[in-house]
């Protein structure tokens, strides 16, 4: 288990090792601890569901499994777990698992559009009380050239990305990308509507 932030860091729980997602948090001034959810979801198929409810599913078993794996969770107010997944034609894409899967999916999104899928869980060890809710956007990917294709694979900044990258990275690295919707959604953690949840969780909790 790892700390950032500062005073009252101890109360929030983020069931992920994302530095993206961590970022966010940090930068949204929300003090907390991370570690690994425990869930490897690449080891999981959706099966029949929507793209919605899969990554709310997947991001309610990263809170569950985050909280067992710290004993039961007690010392902490909320645990987060989220999942994002891309969604093209109608198929889910997710976190590729080696350098020809990034390519292969980094040149389908090429030249056309996707949707971006964010499910976030927001449990309270201690009450059992939840919040689940999606948010989604829409990106628009340009042509990207050869060289920028087999450029960027050759970086490794693929590893870990749902739909094998980062939208601030690439908008900084130049690729041709437009997006309706959140930023932080499309980077995995709508930090807004969380912000929103976890007052209403608390409001909840102090009125019980």
């Known amino acids: 288990m790892t700390k950032t932030g500062g ?104 030249r056309g559009r996707h949707e971006v899928v964010t499910g976030v869980a927001v449990l309270s060890p201690r009450t059992g009380r939840r919040e689940l809710f999606v948010d989604r956007a829409s990106v628009s990917v340009g042509d990207l050239s050869d060289d920028m294709v087999r450029d960027y694979i050759a970086s490794g900044a693929w590893a870990g990305k749902a739909g094998a990258y980062n939208l601030s990275e690439r908008i900084a690295g130049g690729w041709p990308i437009e997006y309706v919707g959140r930023a932080d959604t499309i980077m995995g953690l709508p930090v807004g509507p969380l912000k929103q949840r976890l007052a209403r969780l608390t409001a909840t909790e102090a009125a019980a």
Do not use: M
Not at 18 to 27: A, D, I, K, V
Not at 80 to 105: F, Q, S, W
């Open 7 to 110: 005073e009252g860091a101890g109360e929030v729980f983020l069931a992920s090792r994302s530095p993206r997602r961590r970022q966010l948090l940090s930068e949204a001034g929300l003090p907390h601890r991370f570690g690994h959810p425990g869930v490897e979801d690449s080891e999981l198929e959706p099966g029949r569901v929507s793209p919605a409810q899969w990554v709310a599913a997947l991001a309610y078993l990263k809170a569950r499994a985050g909280i067992e794996a710290q004993g039961g969770g007690d010392s902490f107010d909320v645990v987060i777990g989220a999942d994002t997944a891309c969604v093209k034609d109608g198929e889910l894409i997710g976190t590729p698992a080696d350098a020809a899967e990034a390519e292969r999916i980094v040149r389908r999104l090429s």
